[in-house]
C-alpha cells in the first residue's frame, strides 16, 4: 500500500504501517552514522543533552557525498543498518519513531521497535542519486567535525521509503 507521511512522523502514523508498504516522507529527517551514533550515546551516558530531539524524529543512517553545484546536497544513499544496533534502542527509548537504513536489525532492535511503537524503513541502496533529488535542503546541525558523518536536519519531499519492520514486529525481510 502506499502511504504519504510527514516527518516528525505521529504516533498514529507509525502505529499504522504496515511491513511492506510504500511510504513517501515529506518534511523533516535527520542523517546520523556510527561516528554521531557513538558521540550521541556517550554524551547520554555523561547525562548531557542530545544535539538533537528524538521525541517523534526519523534518522536517516546517511553520510553523503559533497554536493554538486546548485544542489543542496550530493548522492544521498543509505548504509548498513546494523552498525547502529547498539545505540539504537536507547533512542527508541527516549522517543525516536523512525529510522531509515538497508539490511536487517538485532533483536534488540525490533524488541524496541515493538515496545516504542516505532519502524524501521529502507531505503534503496545504490539509489543515491536519485534519493538525493527527494531533499531539498541539507543543514549541519551537530558533529561539523565529522565531515560526512556529521548530523544533518535534510528537508525532504516524498522521500521514498518501504517499512521493513512495523510497531507490530512484522518484518518484511522474514515473511
Do not use: W
Not at 547520554?44 to 544535539?51: A, D, I, S, V, W
Amino acid at each position: 500500500m502506499d502511504r504519504y507521511i510527514n516527518a516528525p512522523i505521529s504516533d498514529d502514523d507509525a502505529k499504522s504501517l504496515r511491513a511492506g508498504d510504500y511510504v513517501y516522507i515529506t518534511g523533516t529527517i535527520y542523517t546520523a552514522r556510527d561516528a554521531a551514533h557513538k558521540r550521541m550515546y556517550e554524551a547520554l551516558e555523561r547525562g548531557e543533552k542530545l544535539p538533537l530531539e528524538m521525541n517523534n524524529n526519523i534518522i536517516y543512517y546517511m553520510g553523503p557525498s559533497p554536493a554538486r553545484e546548485g544542489r543542496p546536497i550530493g548522492s544521498a544513499g543509505p548504509t548498513t543498518s546494523s552498525r547502529m544496533d547498539k545505540y539504537a534502542p536507547t533512542l527508541l527509548d527516549l522517543g525516536l519513531k523512525g529510522m531509515i537504513g538497508k539490511g536487517k536489525r538485532s533483536k534488540e532492535v525490533k524488541d524496541a521497535i515493538i515496545r516504542n511503537g516505532a519502524v524501521y524503513f529502507a531505503a534503496v541502496g545504490g539509489a543515491g542519486a536519485l534519493l538525493s533529488k527527494r531533499i531539498i535542503k541539507s543543514t549541519v546541525i551537530a558533529y561539523d567535525d565529522l565531515g560526512t558523518e556529521a548530523i544533518r536536519e535534510l528537508q525532504v519531499e516524498n522521500f521514498p521509503v518501504i517499512v521493513v519492520m512495523d510497531c507490530e514486529g512484522n518484518n518484511l525481510y522474514e515473511n
